[in-house]
C-alpha cells in the first residue's frame, strides 16, 4: 500500500499492537540535480552531497544524532537500534542513503532531516524526496519541497510514538543547520562545528 503525504502536517499512522508482530521501518533519502540547457532539462546527481540523518529519542530519554557528518551511522545490534548503511558523498548511488529503525517500539520521536552538506545552496535545485517502507507491505513517499531559500537543512518528517501507534508527519521545514532545527524541535542538544574531511 503506498501513502503520499502531500501536505506539510499530513500524516499516516502505523499500528504497533498487533500480536506477533515485529516492524522495522526502512527510510530512503535520495535526490536529482535539476539542470537546464535550451529547452531541454536532464537530471544529474553529481554536483550535490545531500545527507541523510535522524535526532531521536528513545522512550527511556536516551536521545542522539544519526548522520554521516562526525560518522556516527548507529548500530543494528546495539542501542539505539538504528542504521544509516552509507554516506553517498557523490549522488552515484541509485539507492540514495538509507536508515534502518529495526525497533520502532522503543522510539519516542524521531525526526528526519535531510542536510545539504555540498553542491547546492538549497532544496530547491536537487529535487529531494524521501519514503518510508514499512516490514507490513506500507510505503510512505513524500517530496522535500516548498524549501526555503538559501536553507540546507531540512526537517523531512517526524515520526511519533503514542499509545503503541507510531504516526509518520510530513514536515518540510527549512532551517539554516542542525542547531536552528533542534531549537526548533527542542532535543536539546550542544553542537560543534563539524566536517567530513
Known amino acids: 500500500m503506498a501513502i503520499n503525504l ?12 498487533k500480536p506477533g508482530q515485529q ?3 526502512h527510510a530512503n ?6 539542470k537546464k540547457t535550451g529547452f531541454f532539462s ?4 553529481a554536483g550535490a552531497d545531500l545527507d541523510l540523518g535522524c535526532m531521536f529519542e528513545l522512550t527511556t530519554g536516551q536521545k542522539g544524532v544519526i548522520q554521516p557528518l562526525g560518522n556516527s551511522f548507529g548500530s543494528k545490534t546495539a ?8 554516506d553517498d558523498r557523490s549522488g552515484a548511488a541509485a539507492d540514495g542513503e538509507n536508515m534502518h529503525v529495526l525497533k520502532p517500539e522503543l522510539i519516542k520521536r524521531i525526526m528526519f532531516f535531510g542536510l545539504i552538506y555540498a553542491g547546492a ?12 517502507k514499512i516490514s507490513n507491505g506500507e510505503e510512505v513517499t513524500l517530496q522535500l519541497d516548498n524549501a526555503g531559500a538559501g536553507k540546507p537543512f531540512c526537517a523531512a518528517a517526524l515520526i511519533e510514538n503514542k499509545d503503541g501507534q507510531l504516526s509518520i508527519q510530513k514536515e518540510a521545514r527549512y532551517f539554516n543547520g542542525h542547531q536552528d532545527a533542534d531549537e ?8 560543534t562545528v563539524g566536517s567530513k574531511d
Open 6 to 17: 502531500s501536505k506539510g502536517g499530513d500524516k499516516h499512522a502505523i499500528d504497533l499492537t
Open 23 to 25: 516492524l522495522n521501518i
Open 29 to 34: 533519502l535520495n535526490w536529482s540535480e535539476e
Open 42 to 45: 536532464f537530471l544529474n546527481k
Open 79 to 86: 542501542l539505539p537500534f538504528i542504521f544509516l548503511d552509507k
Open 121 to 132: 545552496k538549497d532544496f530547491n535545485s536537487v529535487n529531494g524526496r524521501m519514503f518510508f
Open 184 to 191: 526548533y524541535y527542542k532535543f536539546g542538544f550542544k553542537w
